[in-house]
């Protein structure tokens, strides 16, 4: 989340209403954004992220929101959210340059901080968020203070550097399941064939099958999802808190922490050159829209039909290892088109709605949880699995409509949303003030 607590840099010099109302506009749409990936996770079997046909609803209409998601939203909301942050990171910290400033900054960016890393932790175990992205940012956010003396330059050097070391990373996995897949079809024909196979030859079979399994869970594995989510409270508790878990190994954060420290590091590269406070002309928006999304839909595009053509096979490297590259392209090509929309519609109704959603960006964050869970699991009215798509999209919109709304009223009244004012209070250690 960028500056989630929104309003500007705490103890900072004042920044032109307008690079901040363009900022809060671009983090209510990473918030709003965000909640179409999430939302699928609240409503259906994880496998629905990555296979419509095993879950999610059956024909065209169905299948069509996956791959447009997919395309458009998979990955590139996330890294809208992860860029924000790390440009709040300079907004915050900007008091830090002046005479005896970089002491009192650094007390309050850490502090703000590591509150952040508590209410990830609370979003993800009491407010049951499998999917937390606030402790990865807390974590993230720990590393980042350093940096934000760089020039926009380094910061974009070293985020590509991160960019490619993903992307090198993620190829020697795919291809090495690619290897596994190749050895097992080999395999089965010898199987086939009437052939003897050695021990070794059936553990590659058992893991192939493993992992073609995950790809296309059986009926009893997802009615078992089901149940857990949709049972008491204490049993949709505990199944959460198993997930959260099993996603919290070393390894997986260091790979969430290194996304989201990549991005981060974009988002202060792009702050720094005026690029997301709309600072830039329409010519230069318009460019960086059609290069980012001139290189993201190619990415995009070739994984996803190729996803659909091997019929969601795991043996297929291109899609996991390109996949950094296209969903960076993506957030870029975001940026930029939003604002040739911002250049001429920044006093319309919509954006001053999404302008109020991304000054209470974390509140907002915060209630999609709490909604989601009141409709979808046990908690609630337990509809998990028990809805399609397009029937998920439709309470999507609604929960966006309210959010918005409420939003524009909350702060029409209110400095700041609930809990941005909360997380305020926190980092002073004091109770800030909240109405106008």
């Known amino acids: 989340m960028a500056d989630i607590d929104a309003g500007g840099a705490l103890d900072a010099p004042r920044v032109a209403s307008s690079r901040i109302d363009a900022l809060d506009a671009l983090r ?19 496998i629905a992220f990555n296979n419509p046909k095993a879950a999610g609803g059956e024909g065209a209409v169905n299948f069509g929101l996956w791959t447009f998601t997919t395309v ?7 890294g809208l959210f992860s860029l924000m942050f790390g440009a709040g990171v300079v907004l915050f910290t900007a008091r830090a340059a002046y005479p005896d400033g970089a002491i009192r900054i650094a007390d309050l960016f850490y502090r703000r901080t590591i509150w952040l890393i508590v209410f990830g932790l609370a979003h993800a175990f009491l ?32 985020a590509l550097a991160f960019l490619a070391g993903l992307t090198l990373l993620s190829l020697d996995e795919e291809l090495e399941e690619t290897e596994l897949g190749l050895q097992a079809a080999a395999i089965e024909e010898r199987a086939d064939a009437g052939a003897e196979l050695s021990a070794t030859e059936e553990k590659i079979l058992a893991e192939w099958e493993e992992a073609y399994g995950a790809n ?28 959260v878990a099993m996603y919290s190994s070393i390894g997986d954060l260091l790979w969430w922490v290194t996304d989201a420290f990549m991005m981060m590091l974009f988002g202060m590269a792009l702050y ?15 460019v960086m829209a059609l290069i980012g999304y001139g290189i993201g839909l190619g990415f ?101 409509l309210a959010q918005l709304t409420f939003s524009m009223w909350w702060l029409a009244r209110f400095r700041f949303g609930p809990l941005e004012w909360g997380w305020r209070s926190l980092t002073y250690w004091r109770k800030q003030p909240l109405r106008k």
């Open 28 to 46: 209510g749409l990473a918030v709003l954004g965000i909640f179409v990936i999430n939302i699928i996770g609240f409503g259906l079997p994880e």
């Open 72 to 78: 458009f939203v998979e990955g590139s909301m996330r």
């Open 127 to 158: 407010l049951l968020m499998p999917g937390d992205i606030l402790l990865i940012y807390g974590i993230a956010g720990l590393l980042l203070f350093p940096f934000r003396i760089l020039s926009a330059k380094k910061l974009a050097a070293l």
């Open 216 to 243: 296309w869970p059986a009926q009893e594995e997802l009615e078992a999802q089901i149940a857990s989510r949709t049972g008491s409270p204490g049993t949709v508790f505990l199944s959460n808190a198993n997930i």
């Open 272 to 286: 720094k050159w005026r690029v997301i406070t709309a600072e830039r002309s329409l010519n230069f928006y318009a």
């Open 300 to 400: 995009r595009i070739w994984a996803v039909a190729s996803r659909w053509e091997a019929d969601f096979s795991p043996m297929l490297w291109a899609w996991g290892a390109f996949d950094q590259a296209g969903r960076v392209a993506m957030t870029f090509g975001h940026i930029g088109f939003f604002f040739v929309l911002w250049k001429f519609a920044a006093s319309t109704l919509p954006m001053r709605a999404l302008t109020a959603a991304g000054r209470m960006a974390l509140t907002n964050y915060i209630s999609q949880t709490v909604i989601a869970n009141l409709v979808f699991t046990g908690v609630g009215l337990g509809l998990y699995g028990a809805v399609d798509r397009i029937g998920i999209y439709a309470m999507m919109a609604a929960i966006w």
